[in-house]
């Protein structure tokens, strides 16, 4: 089964309804079998700006499940080795620095990216 969408750009003035009636008769007659039809009212740019709006992806749900992960995991245990003391807050500030890292790898992933730049 295929799906056929045919767009009619029609004047303010100009009744619809009598052209969907119009355009679906046409369709009947040639054969071809019609099992829905409505009215969009939306313009050719509004339909544009949609297609164009479906190619953004929000965010990359991978990257902010890694970066949460890596900030939460290497966070906490730059914490915990820093309230231990002495040489231990040394691995404390590796530890910070990698939260850092995940950090700006979980903002970044969190922008909105075209689906081309995946």
Same mark, same amino acid.
């Given at each position: 089964?295929?799906?056929?969408?045919?767009?009619?750009?029609?004047?303010?003035?100009?009744?619809?309804?009598?052209?969907?009636?119009?355009?679906?008769?046409?369709?009947?007659?040639?054969?071809?079998?019609?099992?829905?039809?409505?009215?969009?009212?939306? =313009?050719?740019?509004?339909?544009? %700006?949609? *297609?164009?709006? /479906?190619?953004?992806?929000?965010?990359?749900?991978?990257? +902010?499940? &890694?970066?949460?992960?890596?900030?939460?995991?290497?966070?906490?245990?730059?914490?915990?080795?820093? =309230?231990?003391?002495?040489?231990? %807050?040394? *691995?404390?500030? /590796?530890?910070?620095?990698?939260?850092?890292?995940?950090? +700006?790898? &979980?903002?970044?992933?969190?922008?909105?990216?075209?689906?081309?730049?995946?």
């Amino acid at each position: 089964m295929s799906a056929l969408w045919i767009t009619i750009t029609l004047p303010d003035e100009a009744d619809n309804e009598d052209m969907r009636r119009r355009a679906v008769d046409a369709l009947h007659d040639s054969g071809i079998t019609v099992y829905r039809a409505w009215v969009d009212h939306r =313009t050719p740019a509004d339909i544009r %700006a949609q *297609a164009d709006d /479906a190619r953004i992806v929000r965010r990359d749900p991978a990257g +902010v499940t &890694l970066g949460a992960g890596v900030t939460a995991l290497f966070g906490g245990l730059a914490v915990w080795l820093f =309230t231990l003391g002495g040489w231990w %807050a040394l *691995a404390a500030v /590796a530890c910070a620095l990698l939260a850092v890292f995940g950090l +700006v790898g &979980l903002t970044e992933a969190l922008h909105r990216k075209p689906r081309t730049s995946r």
